[in-house]
T-cell receptor, first 114, second 114 residues
């Protein structure tokens, strides 16, 4: 596609509910990132994939957070047993192969846990 | 660990005023540096980037930034701001040797008075 697509745009979950957030990166982009952006803050790194391999998951805040990219394209971020502190915008970005390039961001999924 | 500091949380200017937003990073090795902008309700967009070469980088919409290695700084400038520059601005860094996570600063909210 033309850009990074994320769905849903908005998600309201009851505390304790599981959620799944989807990211469609730019076609052919090897690298994919997930970020969490709390209100008034900068994006905080969650995890990074190169193709289907999850190379860095050091930013995942707890074992309730899980991300996958089984075929090296679409990725899903899953949050189990959501808590109020999980409320944030979840951003996905993809980055093409090559040294001199940039990451392209999706519009994000705004998760509100009530 | 690498980090990015943005000194100004909220900057308020009048139209035609000059702008400088501060950014400092902490990493002793080779870095790639970025400024992203987030207009209200929109996704993060790249303003400019520095990978190598001329430390004075020009970006879109009249923005520029200067990489000063000795000061670990990458300040964003614009000689004359417009009301349409109202947005959140994020400085970011990646470590050159690792095509992995982009680390963001906490952002600077820019408000332009018409």
């Amino acid at each position: 596609g033309a850009g990074v697509s994320q769905s849903p745009r908005y998600k309201v979950a009851k505390r304790g509910q599981d959620v799944a957030l989807r990211c469609d990166p730019i076609s052919g982009h090897v690298s994919l990132f997930w970020y969490q952006q709390a209100l008034g803050q900068g994006p905080e790194f969650l995890t990074y994939f190169q193709n289907e391999a999850q190379l860095d998951k050091s930013g995942l805040p707890s074992d309730r957070f899980f991300a996958e990219r089984p075929e090296g394209s679409v990725s899903t971020l899953k949050i189990q047993r959501t808590q109020q502190e999980d409320s944030a915008v979840y951003l996905c970005a993809s980055w093409g192969r090559g040294g001199d390039t940039e990451a392209f961001f999706g519009q994000g999924t705004r998760l509100t846990v009530v | 660990a690498q980090s990015v500091s943005q000194h100004n949380h909220h900057v308020i200017l009048s139209e035609a005023a000059s702008l400088e937003l501060g950014c400092n990073y902490s990493y002793g090795g080779t870095v790639n540096l970025f400024w992203y902008v987030q207009y209200p309700g929109q996704h993060l967009q790249l303003l400019l980037k520095y990978f190598s070469g001329d430390p004075l980088v020009k970006g879109i919409k009249g923005f520029e930034a200067e990489f000063i290695k000795s000061k670990f700084s990458f300040n964003l400038r614009k000689p004359s701001v417009q009301w349409s520059d109202t947005a959140e601005y994020f400085c970011a860094v990646t470590v050159y040797s690792s095509a992995s996570k982009i680390i963001f600063g906490s952002g600077t909210r820019l408000s332009i008075r018409p």
